[in-house]
């Protein structure tokens, strides 16, 4: 088991930046890949970006890449997403989460957090 809590969140200016962080507590939390996950009113959950235990794997859904970045310190049981050049359209809930095998699917992370609000206004 693990809990993940994520936050950061927050109303932020288009062109801005913010930091999301997800801090895990429970079992050891380098055995566990991360995920960040956004999802938008009346909007399927997506995929934003993910690491492995290691760190040395990044993947990244194209519609972020270049402005989203992922990181860990497994020192801290932390995960971070960086956000910069945000869009109104990046709006969303951000939900963390961890699994056993890096993946870009839900169904690839057996534990959430609650998810913290990011709202970009224009």
């Known amino acids: 088991q693990v809990q993940l809590v994520e936050s950061g969140g927050g109303l932020v200016q288009a062109g801005g930046s913010v930091r999301l962080s997800c801090a895990a507590s429970g079992r050891a939390f380098s055995t566990y890949a991360m995920g960040w996950f956004r999802q938008a009113p009346g909007k399927e959950r997506e995929f934003v970006t993910a690491i492995s235990q290691s760190g040395g794997h990044t993947p990244s859904a194209g519609s972020v890449r270049g402005r989203f970045a992922i990181s860990r310190d497994n020192a801290k049981d932390t995960v971070y997403l960086q956000i910069d050049s945000l869009k109104p359209e990046d709006t969303a809930a951000y939900y963390c989460?961890?699994?056993?095998?890096?993946?870009?699917?839900?169904?690839?992370?057996?534990?959430w957090g609650q998810g913290t609000q990011v709202t970009v206004s224009s």
């Open positions: 989460a961890a699994g056993l095998a890096l993946g870009v699917g839900p169904n690839s992370y057996a534990y």
